[in-house]
């Protein structure tokens, strides 16, 4: 399969909590990334790691990167309800981007 | 900037007609457009690659028959899908990576979309 694995596939969470995202994927990578769409809209790029660096902030947003585990994870902190949207990791092969099944985030206010 | 068009939004045809989706990059030169295509709750779903003047590249499975794709210039690439059935009624999104001041060279802009159902 092209896509990586997220985990969990539903998160409902309240707003004000955290919400950690995970995602493993098969092969090496040059980078990965992690992205938003709103329901039937296009994504939204969040943020990029590189194969060689562990840890990334963008404002409430973290994500590191363990490449001997070939896996990532993206944290949320203090969720809003304009949170709510599902969340897909992609990484970088050869040029090529192969995205992860998704994680759908519903953040109730 | 980085925008990338799509068009049209949402399409209805009948089956065994032809359908034209195109993708624009409006403010920079797209060196590389992709295809995706995205089920309903499902993930994306890499369909091909295309780089301007060359033929597409497609991912194993997909029919490059079907799925015509022509990126006849730097900011311009169509995917046609031919005698459309109701099975590729689906949600069909590009992306464009190019060269421009400010551009991430590795980055993906991707389109809002196109909803194309086959009735």
């Known amino acids: 399969s092209q896509q990586g694995e997220e985990d969990p596939q539903a998160l409902s969470i309240q707003e004000g909590e955290n919400a950690t995202m995970n995602c493993s994927y098969k092969t090496s990578i040059n980078n990965l990334q992690w992205y938003r769409q709103n329901s039937g809209r296009g994504l939204v790029h969040l943020i990029l790691?590189?194969?060689?660096?562990r840890e990334k902030h963008s404002g409430r947003l973290r994500v590191t990167l363990d490449t001997s585990k070939k896996s990532s994870s993206l944290l949320i902190t203090a969720s809003r309800a304009a949170d709510t949207a599902s969340y897909f990791c992609a990484v970088t092969n050869f040029n090529k981007f192969y995205f992860g099944s998704g994680t759908k985030l519903n953040v109730k206010p | 900037g980085a925008v990338v068009s799509q068009h049209p939004s949402w399409v209805i045809c009948k089956s065994g007609t032809s359908v034209k989706i195109e993708c624009r990059s409006l403010d920079f030169q797209a060196t590389t457009m992709f295809w995706y295509r995205q089920f309903p709750k499902q993930s994306l779903m890499l369909m091909a690659t295309?780089?301007?003047?060359?033929?597409?590249?497609?991912e194993q499975g997909v029919e490059k028959d079907k799925f015509l794709i022509n990126h006849a210039s730097l900011t311009l690439s169509t995917l046609t899908v031919t005698s459309a059935h109701p099975e590729d009624s689906s949600f069909y999104i590009c992306?464009?990576?190019?060269?421009?001041?400010?551009?991430?060279?590795?980055?993906?802009?991707f389109g809002p979309g196109t909803r194309l159902t086959v009735t």
């Open positions: 295309s780089n301007e003047g060359s033929k597409a590249t497609y």
């Open positions: 992306s464009a990576r190019g060269r421009a001041e400010g551009l991430l060279s590795y980055e993906q802009y």
């Open positions: 790691i590189r194969s060689n660096e």
